[in-house]
């Protein structure tokens, strides 16, 4: 049951805020349908479906909210909105190949429907589309931000490849990899519509630090999720990232305090890539008392914080309060 | 032992050109060399061993030598020359993931040396770089030309995957499918030159035409070249194409022409996959009795008599005489 609190009646305003955008954010997805539909017939399949499957579509609210706020009125918005999306999921399909993921918002990923070979292609597909919706507008300002987005997102995933298996990944480097796999497109997200027009260009920065730090807040929430929430709602597997071989910030955090037989446990179900020589429960207890979900709790807090101060820096009005409790609904949620 | 025809002569003076062009080729292997040491530790290495296995150079060099015919005095030719090989590279790389490649240039290919994760991610290091390269110089003619030559080849490798297994496919079909996956990257090599400015401009429409025959007579080539070639040379298995189900120019000439049992032979390879109900011999042989192999080749040898008469409207000297030479060149190569 949910009780009024603070961070409730925030959250309650950044769901006020998505109606509010609703009608746009509906532009949007008709925006991506037409793309899908313009594309090759296996792209327009496999593309419906990967978009169908829902997704929370925080990026583009928050593409939205930020142009609202800078006071834009033109139709750009809804094109970069689209776009910030489609690649978005563009990595999202690529990371499935890599994950091997067979499960992805609760249905088969598309690379276990379609195999890697047209999953590939689809993922290339969103991408060079992408930029061509970028090169349509002129705007070589928008576009090297989001070639520089894209390309953090890659790098952050050649990085996190790198580590996998690694139990003696750094808080750095988690936060590093988190940075650039996922906070950089919020940054990105929420700074364009600062690039609309030069009279917007005093809020780019203050709007793309909002993004990195909130980008950061959801990275370890969504790391946290994945060890401590329910298959049903997550849409895939509980520690779908340790048996990937990921250690995630909860379990860095954890891992001094455990005693050695049980990080050589742990050790162990990243190197295997199952729970044999341990169950998920039993981990989930040992994050618990090591105090490490809480820790890592405070540390996606922290980073929701600096997002609402960095918020409040912006102009006074219903679009800033609605970004300013973003980090509330990030936190709260629960898949 | 090769006599001194006039095809002779002509891929020689192509040799020559190249061998003018080899300073400025050394500097765009030095430029990729540059591009891939910024790039993070897993992409220097797999982008080095990728680059160290050779390939002919030749869409660098046809752009080095277009650059020289419209007589473009800067820099910029190196940028372009890079860009459009590790694009090409690119694409080669994310093929081999959806072809199940095991060899390329004669060695392990990437995929099957590292894993499909590793190489989906650098190919998509090597496309997001090429974009960021070409916004470094601030032409957006040229980028969209790009991104359009980009697009074409996905959605030929698309196509050409929708295709697979089938042996209905038609000669406009396969036409299709080689026109985007190989020839407008020719197309956007030679023509990029003449975007390098405005004084150029009258080439671009006569050297985009040139390098889009040239490189269907290229793809035509190769295509053969797997049914005929020798492993050794080519660097992968004979028949890897038919392997993967896919039937290439000169099998759609021949199947009309073969008796039932024959066509069911190879539908059988082409779904199967390998050669288990005929002998890559025997299929040789049908090939050859069906006069295919000869009728391939007389296309090929149209597009190159294309795109040297294209070569034929060019300002005269010694670049133009190269680009008419090319297709010999093209024509001669056994592997």
Same mark, same amino acid.
């Given at each position: 049951m949910r009780t009024q609190s603070p961070q409730g009646s925030r959250a309650a305003l950044?769901?006020?805020?998505?109606?509010?955008?609703?009608?746009?954010?509906?532009?949007?997805?008709?925006?991506?349908?037409?793309?899908?539909?313009?594309?090759?017939?296996?792209?327009?399949?496999?593309?419906?479906y990967v978009f169908s499957a829902g997704g929370k579509r925080l990026r583009p609210t928050?593409?939205? +909210?930020?142009?609202?706020?800078?006071?834009?009125?033109?139709?750009?918005?809804?094109?970069?909105?689209?776009?910030?999306?489609?690649?978005h999921t563009a990595t999202l399909v690529h990371d499935d190949i890599i994950d091997h993921a067979s499960l992805r918002r609760g249905r088969a990923s598309a690379n276990s429907r379609w195999g890697n070979q047209l999953t590939v292609l689809v993922g290339d597909w969103l991408y060079t589309r992408s930029m061509e919706l970028a090169l349509e507008v002129d705007d070589l300002e928008i576009m090297r931000l989001l070639s520089r987005a894209t390309m953090q997102m890659i790098e952050g995933e050649v990085l996190g490849l790198s580590l996998k298996g690694r139990t003696d990944i750094t808080v750095e480097q988690y936060l590093e990899?988190?940075?650039?796999?996922?906070?950089?497109?919020?940054?990105?997200?929420?700074?364009?519509?600062? +690039?609309?027009?030069?009279?917007?260009?005093?809020?780019?920065?203050?709007?793309?630090?909002?993004?990195?730090?909130?980008?950061?807040?959801?990275?370890?929430?969504?790391d946290l999720l994945d060890l401590t929430g329910d298959q049903d709602q997550l849409?895939?597997? *509980?520690?779908?990232?340790?048996?990937?071989?990921?250690?995630?910030?909860?379990?860095?955090?954890?891992?001094?305090? +455990?005693?050695?037989?049980?990080?050589?446990? *742990?050790?162990?179900?990243a190197r295997e890539g199952s729970f044999t020589a341990l169950r998920p429960q039993e981990l989930q207890e040992w994050l618990v008392q090591a105090g490490a979900l809480a820790e890592a709790r405070d540390v996606a807090l922290s980073f929701g914080e600096k997002a609402a101060t960095l918020a409040s820096q912006l102009p006074p009005g219903f679009e800033r309060d609605a970004l300013a409790a973003a980090p509330w609904f990030v936190l709260e949620r629960d898949h």
């Open positions: 950044l769901r006020q805020a998505m109606v509010s955008v609703a009608p746009r954010l509906k532009l949007v997805e008709t925006f991506i349908a037409k793309e899908l539909q313009a594309g090759p017939e296996p792209i327009q399949q496999t593309g419906s928050l593409l939205l +909210l930020a142009s609202r706020l800078v006071g834009y009125q033109g139709e750009k918005d809804v094109r970069y909105a689209a776009l910030i999306e489609m690649l990899i988190a940075r650039r796999k996922t906070a950089e497109l919020f940054a990105a997200a929420c700074a364009i519509p600062a +690039l609309f027009s030069p009279a917007f260009a005093a809020f780019q920065s203050i709007l793309a630090d909002y993004g990195r730090n909130l980008g950061l807040c959801f990275q370890i929430v969504d849409g895939k597997p *509980v520690f779908s990232d340790l048996r990937e071989g990921k250690l995630t910030l909860p379990l860095i955090l954890a891992l001094p305090k +455990l005693a050695p037989e049980q990080r050589r446990a *742990v050790a162990e179900v």
